[in-house]
């Protein structure tokens, strides 16, 4: 049977995920993932919920200190693994767009995706509209932060 679009989509947002749980070692109770694509920028990002805190890639470790501030697990945060995670999540996003463009689909502005480890669940919201582009003041980065403090105020 031939692959579909929705094919080809839902694998790459799931080797995303891959490389985002790879990166943590497996250790995580929620991944969100954040994708951009406004006329030739690419932006791709993560942050996870780990034993119930919300924390940006590089602060894993500080989710893990117990109460005397030992580590029980350390995780590898360092620059060249953020490096690598960052570069083949850009590259699956590229993916996608080469396939949007391949069956004539619109690429989605905006892709965030919650993955709930312990349930196996992928959730996705999706935007076709200019997000940062037609704004002065705006970065991709900017709204990546914006989405993590929502997460993080929800966890509380």
């Not at 997000?131 to 914006?146: G, K």
Request: hydrophobic share 30%.
């Amino acid at each position: 049977m031939e692959k579909v679009f929705e094919d080809y989509f839902s694998e790459y947002q799931s080797d995303m995920v891959a490389i985002c749980l790879e990166y943590v070692d497996n250790k995580a109770d929620d991944i969100y993932i954040y994708c951009s694509y406004e006329p030739k920028m690419y932006v791709f990002d993560v942050f996870y919920k780990i034993n119930g805190k919300i924390v940006h890639k590089h602060q894993l470790n500080e989710a893990i200190k117990n109460s005397e501030g030992q580590h029980n697990v350390v995780y590898d945060v360092s620059r060249e693994r953020q490096k690598a995670t960052l570069r083949i999540g850009n590259e699956n996003l590229k993916l996608i767009h080469k396939k949007c463009e391949e069956f004539n689909k619109e690429m989605p502005t905006e892709i965030k995706l919650h993955y709930n480890v312990k349930q196996n669940s992928l959730k996705g919201q999706y935007k076709y509209d200019l997000v940062y582009s037609n704004d002065d003041e705006l970065l991709p980065d900017d709204i990546f932060d914006i989405w993590f403090e929502d997460v993080k105020q929800r966890n509380l």
